[in-house]
């Protein structure tokens, strides 16, 4: 097959798994990305697919078509690369992806499983994302920082890197908070003085407190102290002058 022959036919079987309510739904939930653009599969469908997809010699044609047309090709193009089971090809892939990913959703579904295993070289990679002009891609940084450096491998300047990220952007800030408020469940004392002395941006350092609140994980006197540390209305109006 060509190129254009396997995207008109990956596309074509894209579209019968379609699910048109499921569509409606999940696209108010990604504004970046036109309505249009959204075939709507739900993900246990699509993960199905690519499993299957990813066996065929089609598979390596198809993540050398960007950027795609829909959605759903970005999200099955993440999950081809998910699939790779060498650590130079997966990183290789991902450089070329990452600055075609256009939405949060996108973006936080990669898991690449296949950096586990070499974590000690794959911050360097992590660094350099967050370091981006582009959004997502830092946004992806954030999430491995996240999912990867938060247990025994953790060190005090994975979070001073995230702390000192300064964005305009919605969806960077929130991944940041995110971040926090997971690494407070996992590494309270050493994270905690990123709050105390308020080390982040206003809406950052509000936004983590109200998700760390929100979790399961924060014991009850956790969350009882980290309301304190919350910057009120009053504070907000000293700070911003």
Same mark, same amino acid.
């Given at each position: 097959m060509t190129k254009e022959e396997v995207r008109k036919t990956v596309q074509k079987e894209l579209f019968v798994l379609q699910d048109l309510k499921y569509r409606d739904f999940h696209a108010k939930l990604i504004p970046s990305v036109d309505k249009e653009k959204v075939i709507g599969i739900r993900?246990?469908? @699509?993960?199905?697919?690519? $499993?299957?997809?990813?066996? $065929?010699?089609?598979?390596?044609?198809? !993540? %050398?078509? !960007?950027?795609?047309?829909?959605?759903e090709e970005n999200n099955l193009h993440g999950l081809l690369i998910e699939q790779?089971?060498?650590?130079?090809?997966?990183?290789?892939e991902l450089e070329r992806f990452l600055p075609y990913i256009d939405n949060w959703a996108t973006c936080d579904l990669l898991a690449v499983k296949t950096v586990k295993?070499? @974590?000690? #070289?794959?911050?360097? %990679?992590?660094?350099?994302?967050?370091?981006?002009?582009?959004?997502?891609?830092?946004?992806?940084?954030?999430?491995? #920082?996240?999912?990867?450096? @938060?247990?025994? /491998?953790?060190?005090?300047?994975?979070?001073e890197k995230v702390a000192a990220?300064?964005?305009? %952007?919605?969806?960077? /800030?929130?991944?940041?908070?995110?971040?926090?408020?997971?690494?407070?469940?996992?590494?309270?004392?050493?994270? !905690?003085?990123? !709050?105390?002395?308020?080390?982040?941006? @206003?809406?950052?350092? /509000?936004?983590?407190?109200? $998700?760390?609140i929100e979790s399961y994980r924060i014991t009850s006197e956790q969350k009882e102290y980290l309301r304190t540390l919350k910057i009120k209305r009053e504070e907000r109006t000293v700070l911003l002058r």
């Open positions: 993900t246990p469908a @699509l993960r199905a697919y690519a $499993k299957k997809f990813g066996k $065929k010699e089609e598979a390596k044609q198809f !993540l %050398e078509i !960007l950027p795609h047309q829909y959605y790779m089971k060498e650590y130079e090809k997966c990183v290789e295993n070499h @974590l000690d #070289l794959y911050i360097s %990679e992590v660094y350099r994302w967050m370091e981006s002009d582009q959004p997502y891609t830092i946004r992806f940084g954030v999430n491995m #920082l996240m999912k990867y450096y @938060l247990g025994d /491998n953790f060190k005090i300047e994975y979070p990220i300064r964005s305009e %952007e919605y969806y960077v /800030n929130m991944v940041r908070a995110w971040y926090f408020a997971t690494a407070l469940a996992k590494q309270y004392e050493q994270i !905690l003085p990123f !709050l105390e002395e308020r080390r982040m941006d @206003l809406w950052t350092h /509000n936004k983590t407190i109200q $998700k760390a």
